[in-house]
């Protein structure tokens, strides 16, 4: 015999499964409005270097900008395909001057990147945060 279900049982599960998702569309909407941005991460940036045993290995440097400055943020958020350029020319170029086997030097990328995000943006104000530099 094949069990039957009732009408009111299907509604009842539907009912169950539409509401968390209805719950969730609704909380997306509300954002705070009293917090403004004060940081964004860029994609991972890469480049071509020699590693150690001699074949090319790819450096990957994960940035950010942060300023509390809403203008300088907009400016910035504007203008990250030029960010993005400029942090990339100095990655190829400190990755072709790397020597083979040393660690990336973090402290030098993050000034080299401070310089270009600087002369991108027109004035300084922002500080470019460095997440990460993996050798591969």
């Given at each position: 015999?094949r069990?039957?279900?009732h009408?009111l049982?299907?509604?009842?599960a539907?009912?169950?499964?539409?509401?968390?998702?209805?719950?969730?569309?609704?909380?997306?909407?509300k954002?705070e409005?009293g917090?403004?941005v004060?940081?964004?991460?860029?994609?991972?940036?890469?480049?071509v270097?020699?590693?150690?045993?001699?074949?090319?290995?790819?450096?990957?440097?994960?940035?950010?900008?942060?300023?509390d400055?809403?203008?300088?943020?907009?400016r910035?958020?504007?203008?990250?395909?030029?960010?993005?350029?400029a942090?990339?020319q100095?990655?190829?170029?400190?990755?072709?001057?790397?020597?083979?086997?040393?660690p990336?030097?973090?402290?030098?990328?993050?000034r080299?990147?401070?310089k270009?995000?600087?002369?991108?943006?027109g004035?300084s104000?922002?500080?470019?945060?460095?997440?990460?530099?993996?050798?591969?």
């Open positions: 015999m069990p039957t279900l009408p049982k299907i509604l009842l539907c009912a169950i499964l539409i509401a968390p998702g209805q719950a969730l569309a609704n909380s997306k909407g954002e409005k917090a403004p004060t940081y964004f991460a860029l994609q991972p940036l890469t480049a270097a020699v590693r150690r045993d001699g074949r090319r290995g790819v450096l990957t440097v994960e940035a950010g900008i942060q300023t400055d809403a203008k300088l943020m907009e910035a958020q504007q203008s990250t395909p030029r960010l993005r350029a942090f990339a100095v990655l190829m170029s400190y990755a072709a001057g790397m020597r083979r086997g040393d990336p030097d973090v402290d030098y990328l993050g080299e990147m401070q270009s995000a600087d002369h991108v943006l004035k104000g922002t500080r470019v945060l460095l997440g990460s530099a993996l050798m591969n």
